[in-house]
Nanobody, 114 residues
């Protein structure tokens, strides 16, 4: 079955960096578009970044230039490198395979605070 497992979250000070990982299984990863979303307390889940099978990338405006999405098909893993983190980046981060109604991981908590 399809599984998406996020890791790499934690507590970081403003201006710091984190790298999130999403390990995927159960589908043709190398042929798949993968997204990162996030959900802050009291807010709806929002799209953050996406990467196609050909490694084209797109970003939500507030993270462009600070966040970078990449993939390693040999490891069936997508990464989200997050730099210059701000308190407003605090959220649970989810990876998403947008097929058949969408599959989601369990999420990883990112907290940006001094």
């Amino acid at each position: 079955q399809v599984q998406l497992v996020e890791s790499g979250g934690g507590l970081v000070q403003p201006g710091g960096s984190l790298r999130l990982s999403c390990s995927a299984s159960g589908f043709m990863f190398s042929a798949s578009h993968i997204n990162w979303y996030r959900q802050a307390p009291g807010h709806q889940r929002e799209w953050v970044a996406g990467i196609t099978c050909s490694r084209s990338t797109t970003y939500e405006a507030s993270v462009k230039g600070r966040f970078f999405i990449s993939r390693d098909n040999a490891k069936s893993t997508v990464y989200l490198q997050m730099n210059s983190l701000e308190p407003d980046d605090t959220a649970v981060y989810y990876c998403n395979w947008p097929r058949d109604g969408g599959y989601w991981g369990q999420g990883t908590q990112v907290t940006v605070s001094s």
